[in-house]
């Protein structure tokens, strides 16, 4: 018998640390439901879908940008930290969101973003009016251009979204004058981390969250706030996003120590916010570092520091049970080295989606993305792999991080023109990488509604293509079968056998070679990567995502079942 699903905070007195195990909703608000049929979702979209994400059984939301923001990348360049963006509500509509969310047992994380602001924040405003040298100019990175006339960029950096990390200015007289670093667009200029004001700043920021009823942060380019004094060349040709995998599955040539990403240094601005989230109750922060290997990473979480991060190792792992089986192994050693849970991820806003992602053996690099020229997904496959992984990761013990979409089964687009393509990577490589557009599409809700059930309107601020019809929510809801019916059982019988604060022990002796198999409490979870079926072992059939297997019956290719034994 399933439990009946939890309506409050019955596990979050202070101390439980909820965090540990909870299931992390991502809503790229944008995407997810419009409210006022703009096109663009909106807070108000997101309090009226609420019951829908507490049916899918999940403990807490974590909405991408929220704040003010001229929308440059899509919110992460922010212009006012303090406040809503109108584009998405008001701080009425924040409140509101929190309240309401709060009645479902369910918390809202909001998204920081320290190392960079807008172009359009106040102080970067300031900063241009201001002299060379002035307090104003000493909260970001401006220095002067090498050559005669300081006409070359201070130091060879790139942009993660490509071209140079710098941009020169004119200044307030008129004259060519310094430059700024942007680690990303030129529209986000980075702050200076060694500087107090700035601290004192994002200090406050945080509490004015936190006072608002915020269950934490995400924490936008965690790794990168810290440059090397002096900003010195980087030595090979290693700026993007942060090391992650290649196309060929080997990591990336890199620089170690590198000039700006996950230096010492940050390790004390992650300590003193560890301390502002701990005046208040029962808060959370999860790092976003790009960081390897894992040893590496886990230093973000160390008891003073962070409480997560995400495990983007598990994410750049191809559909392989030996690699798989390995990361699962890596990751659960060093988080638990240094006593925080290893996390879960498959999706977000800057990945290809799973659904997608695993149906090719090559996966572009990360931030690249899939356009119409590239070779097109075998949708079956990717669905049904897509299906696997996610009942694979909710098997696992820890917190998990589920992208909205994903439990709709929901692929990349992968045919978007360019002339509607709008993420700073398309533009600042002339095309050549298409970006993350693909994977941050309204989602659908009704199949037979304009824009799918997103908007009223039929706006849509990307298009959607014809095929999400067949993934609305709607569609799926009391289906058996559908991704989104698997996804709400996976999470009822993770929270019943609290699997979150389980262990793993491999249990491969009952599969054959090609499968794999491990217990977390009372559940086998059973994961086929050959391509032949075998019969499963003994046991009270849980979930699975085969459709019409039965207790002791064969478990086909790329499928999962979960089993009591
Ligand atoms: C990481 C965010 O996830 C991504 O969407 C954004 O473009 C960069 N940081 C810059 O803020």
């Given at each position: 018998?399933l439990?009946?699903?939890?309506t409050t905070?019955?596990?979050s007195k202070?101390?439980?640390?909820w965090?540990?195990?909870?299931v992390?909703?991502?809503?790229?608000?944008?995407?997810?439901a419009?409210?006022?049929?703009?096109?663009?979702?909106?807070?108000?979209?997101i309090?009226?879908?609420?019951?829908?994400?507490?049916?899918?059984?999940?403990?807490?939301?974590?909405?991408?940008?929220?704040?003010?923001?001229?929308?440059?990348?899509?919110?992460?360049?922010v212009?006012?930290?303090?406040?809503?963006?109108?584009?998405?509500?008001t701080?009425?509509d924040?409140?509101?969101l929190?309240?309401k969310?709060?009645?479902?047992?369910i918390?809202i994380?909001m998204d920081?973003?320290?190392?960079?602001?807008?172009?359009?924040?106040?102080?970067?405003?300031e900063?241009?009016?201001?002299?060379?040298?002035?307090?104003a100019?000493n909260?970001y990175?401006f220095?002067?251009?090498?050559?005669?006339?300081?006409e070359?960029?201070?130091n060879?950096?790139e942009?993660?979204?490509?071209?140079?990390?710098?941009?020169?200015?004119t200044?307030?007289?008129?004259t060519?004058?310094?430059?700024?670093l942007h680690?990303?667009?030129?529209?986000?200029?980075d702050f200076?981390w060694?500087?107090?004001e700035?601290?004192?700043?994002?200090?406050?920021v945080?509490?004015?969250?936190?006072?608002?009823?915020?269950?934490g942060?995400?924490?936008?380019?965690?790794?990168?706030?810290?440059?090397e004094?002096?900003?010195?060349d980087?030595?090979l040709?290693d700026?993007?996003?942060?090391?992650?995998?290649?196309?060929?599955?080997?990591?990336?040539?890199?620089?170690?120590?590198?000039?700006?990403?996950?230096?010492?240094?940050?390790h004390?601005i992650?300590?003193?916010?560890?301390?502002?989230?701990?005046?208040?109750?029962?808060?959370?922060?999860?790092?976003?570092?790009?960081?390897?290997?894992?040893?590496?990473?886990?230093?973000w979480v160390?008891?003073d520091e962070?409480h997560q991060?995400?495990?983007?190792?598990f994410?750049?792992t191809?559909w392989d049970?030996?690699k798989l089986?390995?990361?699962i192994?890596?990751s659960?050693?060093?988080f638990?080295n240094?006593?925080?849970?290893?996390?879960w991820?498959?999706?977000?806003?800057?990945v290809?989606?799973?659904?997608?992602?695993?149906?090719y053996?090559?996966?572009?690099?990360q931030?690249d993305g899939?356009?119409?020229d590239?070779?097109?997904p075998?949708e079956?496959?990717?669905?049904?792999?897509?299906?696997?992984?996610?009942?694979l990761?909710?098997g696992l013990?820890?917190?998990?991080?589920?992208?909205?979409?994903?439990?709709?089964?929901?692929?990349?687009?992968?045919?978007?023109e360019?002339?509607v393509?709008?993420?700073?990577?398309?533009?600042?490589?002339?095309?050549?990488?298409?970006?993350?557009?693909?994977?941050?599409?309204?989602i659908p809700?009704?199949a037979?509604e304009?824009?799918?059930g997103?908007?009223?309107?039929?706006?849509?601020w990307?298009?959607?293509?014809?095929?999400?019809k067949?993934?609305?929510?709607?569609?799926?809801?009391?289906?058996?079968?559908?991704?989104?019916?698997l996804?709400?059982s996976?999470?009822q019988?993770?929270?019943?056998?609290?699997?979150?604060?389980?262990?793993?022990?491999?249990r491969?002796?009952?599969?054959p070679?090609g499968?794999?198999?491990?217990?977390?409490?009372p559940?086998l979870?059973v994961?086929n990567?050959?391509?032949?079926p075998?019969?499963l072992p003994?046991?009270?059939?849980l979930?699975?995502?085969q459709?019409?297997l039965?207790?002791?019956?064969h478990l086909e290719?790329?499928?999962?079942?979960w089993i009591?034994?």
């Amino acid at each position: 018998m399933l439990l009946p699903m939890q309506t409050t905070f019955t596990e979050s007195k202070p101390g439980a640390e909820w965090w540990r195990s909870a299931v992390i909703y991502q809503i790229y608000p944008r995407s997810f439901a419009d409210g006022n049929g703009d096109g663009i979702g909106d807070i108000p979209g997101i309090t009226s879908r609420l019951d829908s994400l507490a049916e899918l059984g999940i403990d807490a939301i974590w909405c991408s940008p929220l704040t003010k923001s001229p929308q440059k990348d899509a919110g992460y360049d922010v212009s006012d930290y303090r406040d809503i963006e109108p584009l998405f509500g008001t701080l009425q509509d924040f409140d509101e969101l929190v309240a309401k969310a709060g009645e479902r047992g369910i918390r809202i994380i909001m998204d920081l973003v320290p190392n960079h602001s807008s172009e359009e924040h106040g102080w970067f405003k300031e900063a241009l009016a201001a002299k060379p040298g002035s307090a104003a100019r000493n909260r970001y990175m401006f220095r002067d251009g090498k050559g005669e006339n300081g006409e070359l960029a201070p130091n060879n950096w790139e942009s993660v979204f490509g071209g140079p990390a710098w941009t020169r200015i004119t200044e307030a007289d008129g004259t060519l004058g310094q430059w700024y670093l942007h680690i990303f667009d030129k529209s986000q200029p980075d702050f200076n981390w060694e500087n107090p004001e700035v601290m004192e700043e994002f200090d406050s920021v945080l509490r004015f969250w936190l006072d608002r009823g915020a269950a934490g942060f995400r924490i936008d380019v965690a790794h990168g706030l810290v440059k090397e004094e002096g900003l010195p060349d980087v030595v090979l040709n290693d700026s993007t996003m942060g090391g992650q995998q290649g196309p060929d599955d080997k990591p990336k040539d890199r620089v170690s120590p590198h000039p700006f990403w996950g230096r010492e240094g940050v390790h004390e601005i992650n300590r003193r916010w560890r301390k502002v989230l701990d005046e208040y109750e029962d808060r959370a922060m999860c790092a976003e570092a790009w960081v390897m290997p894992l040893s590496r990473m886990a230093t973000w979480v160390r008891p003073d520091e962070y409480h997560q991060t995400f495990n983007f190792a598990f994410l750049d792992t191809p559909w392989d049970k030996q690699k798989l089986q390995a990361v699962i192994d890596e990751s659960i050693e060093e988080f638990s080295n240094v006593g925080a849970p290893p996390t879960w991820v498959l999706s977000n806003h800057d990945v290809i989606r799973h659904a997608t992602r695993l149906s090719y053996d090559q996966v572009p690099k990360q931030g690249d993305g899939i356009g119409p020229d590239y070779e097109q997904p075998d949708e079956a496959k990717g669905l049904r792999r897509g299906r696997a992984a996610s009942a694979l990761m909710l098997g696992l013990p820890g917190g998990a991080y589920v992208y909205q979409g994903e439990e709709l089964g929901l692929p990349e687009h992968t045919t978007l023109e360019g002339s509607v393509r709008q993420d700073p990577t398309y533009f600042r490589t002339n095309g050549e990488r298409v970006g993350r557009d693909g994977c941050r599409v309204p989602i659908p809700w009704t199949a037979s509604e304009p824009a799918f059930g997103f908007s009223k309107t039929g706006e849509t601020w990307l298009p959607q293509p014809e095929s999400f019809k067949n993934y609305a929510r709607a569609a799926q809801e009391g289906v058996v079968g559908s991704t989104l019916e698997l996804y709400k059982s996976l999470l009822q019988v993770r929270k019943q056998y609290a699997l979150g604060n389980g262990s793993l022990q491999w249990r491969n002796d009952l599969v054959p070679a090609g499968a794999f198999a491990f217990q977390n409490g009372p559940v086998l979870v059973v994961v086929n990567f050959t391509n032949e079926p075998f019969a499963l072992p003994a046991g009270e059939l849980l979930v699975t995502t085969q459709l019409g297997l039965a207790a002791e019956g064969h478990l086909e290719a790329d499928q999962v079942a979960w089993i009591r034994a």
